[in-house]
């Protein structure tokens, strides 16, 4: 064997001439190109390594486990319970389904599947309440893992590592993520609309992909256009083909998902309806949403945006400082979205949910741009978004699906079904209802439907409930029928203990549900059983 230089097996040996030395080039894994880098990435699963995908997925059903409170009732009321009416044909709808303010379009995803379970006659309650979540957690999951994909093929696997760290570790995401909600079914439809948007350098543009895609979440959420005005605008500015655009992709985009929608919403309201112009006519242009609450108009700028970004704010600031030119649409975004939603009355926290992955690639961004405390950062990173994530996921809020479990054990006996009834006397929509107890158990609840009318001095079933509860009771169940279950929050009970006591009502039940009792929400909800005669 030769060796070339001083070293080798002969060390004292003479090194041979420069030009009659030559090494033989040999494929090794130690020497071919690191994921991300034009190398060979292993076996391929949607366009990215499959370990990576599968890991992303086993993080998220996990996550989906592990949060199992209560947020809106809007991840029930306006998903879960409308697709057990399309398929069981009983439930309750609540009022914007009278109104045709909601489409059937992302109920009629749970819907299939609850078809499913029931042809295969594996409709359990628990199987009803899981397999969405679990579809939902997937879907977030693959979101994550194109997240990555974007950055990778925009930057490097290096930036695209550190902004997938951030997208994982987000609290909010994690609390949200795994829901029911058309929030973060329209956050899911923009991630995959970003990875095929014509950002500078993008490897992977398609305008008919990423329109249709932001023609999808429009249908689920109206309000999903919000965040795409300005990145559709900016590409249609830099199109030198604008015509062809216009034609070849607004146009039929618009037309084909419009129409879908159409003849979803046709087939189970009956009628023909266009449900995104009258949600954006209530929620945007009447602005009745206030009838549910309304904030000041610097609400998200002082207290949305920093607290869905928590500890991550630091970092996002110092990434838009940073980053490069071509991420500067980014920073539009999420001011645009900002501020056209802080003009709107009614404001909550998952409504600029879909402007979070703008931030995480701003965040992780920063974190690949520092040279020093970045062990430091990772670990503040991590364990300062791990005990919000645990605490909002499995103790704050948890008594109303906790509750349900009180509820489905007297569907459980099929004596009980034929005598039981149940009022729930708490904040309207505050539990899930034939969702999460899949019988026809006669249940009831406060009602708040805001009213359409102009009248100002309007108050709903709820509020004038709460002004005398004990009056009201006393005149409802004058000479009616008294349920045979009462569900409240602590916070009631002292004022109707008389009308308990009168009518042979025993708490049978304590269930925890918040360690923050505000207003007509109360630490525990009590569970009263009407002694049988």
Not at 53 to 61: K, Q
Not at 102 to 117: H, K
Not at 291 to 319: A, D, E, K, M, N
Not at 418 to 427: E, K, Q, T, Y
């Amino acid at each position: 064997m030769q060796a070339g230089g001083g070293g080798g097996f002969f060390p004292r040996g003479r090194a041979r001439s420069a030009d009659t030395v030559r090494l033989r080039k040999r494929k090794s894994a130690l020497y071919s190109a690191a994921p991300g880098a034009g190398g060979e990435r292993g076996p391929d699963l949607i366009g990215e390594n499959i370990y990576l995908v599968l890991f992303t997925i086993t993080l998220r059903v996990l996550n989906c486990f592990l949060v199992q409170t209560s947020f809106v009732p809007d991840e029930y009321w306006q998903s879960l319970e409308v697709a057990h009416h399309m398929v069981f044909n009983y439930g309750y709808l609540t009022w914007e389904w009278a109104e045709g303010l909601r489409g059937y379009s992302y109920p009629l995803l749970f819907a299939t599947i609850y078809r499913v379970l029931q042809l295969l006659a594996k409709d359990d309650v628990q199987l009803l309440i899981w397999i969405p979540r679990l579809v939902q957690a997937v879907l977030s999951a693959l979101a994550d893992v194109k997240l990555y994909s974007l950055v990778r093929h925009l930057e490097n696997a290096e930036t695209a590592k550190w902004v997938y760290l951030c997208q994982l570790c987000s609290w909010f995401t994690w609390y949200c993520c795994t829901r029911t909600l058309t929030n973060t079914m329209e956050t899911v439809l923009t991630i995959f609309a970003l990875f095929y948007y014509p950002l500078e350098g993008s490897k992977t543009r398609s305008s008919c992909k990423y329109l249709t895609l932001v023609a999808l979440a429009f249908i689920i959420r109206p309000t999903a256009v919000i965040p795409w005005i300005p990145l559709v605008l900016w590409h249609f500015w830099q199109e030198q083909k604008k015509v062809d655009l216009v034609l070849y992709s607004y146009i039929p985009v618009g037309l084909i998902t419009l129409g879908i929608s159409l003849i979803i919403d046709r087939v189970f309201f009956g009628e023909w309806i266009l449900v995104q112009l009258k949600f954006l006519k209530f929620n945007v242009l009447q602005n009745l949403g206030t009838f549910y609450g309304s904030h000041p108009w610097h609400w998200y700028l002082t207290q949305g945006l920093p607290v869905i970004l928590g500890t991550h704010l630091p970092f996002f600031i110092h990434g838009c400082i940073q980053a490069p030119k071509r991420y500067r649409i980014f920073l539009v975004v999420v001011v645009w979205t900002v501020l056209v939603y802080s003009t709107l009355s009614h404001k909550e926290f998952r409504f600029i949910y879909p402007v979070l992955p703008f931030c995480m690639v701003l965040c992780g961004y920063s974190l690949k741009q520092l040279k020093t405390w970045k062990k430091s950062a990772i670990t503040f990173l991590l364990l300062s978004n791990l005990l919000p994530a645990l605490y909002t996921g499995l103790i704050h809020q948890r008594g109303s699906l906790d509750v349900m479990l009180h509820m489905q054990q007297l569907c459980n006996n099929s004596s009980n079904q034929s005598w039981a009834s149940v009022f729930v006397m708490m904040p309207c929509h505050s539990t899930p209802l034939y969702s999460h107890v899949h019988c026809p158990l006669p249940m009831r609840f406060l009602q708040c439907p805001p009213d359409l009318t102009g009248n100002e001095s309007y108050l709903d079933e709820a509020d004038t409930f709460y002004s005398n509860p004990l009056k009201w009771l006393n005149e409802e169940f004058y000479n009616g029928t008294l349920p045979t279950h009462l569900v409240f929050f602590s916070v009631l009970e002292q004022e109707i203990s008389s009308f308990l006591a009168l009518n042979g009502y025993e708490k049978t039940a304590t269930v925890f549900h918040t360690h923050m009792p505000q207003g007509r929400i109360g630490s525990h909800i009590y569970i009263y059983t009407r002694r049988v005669k």
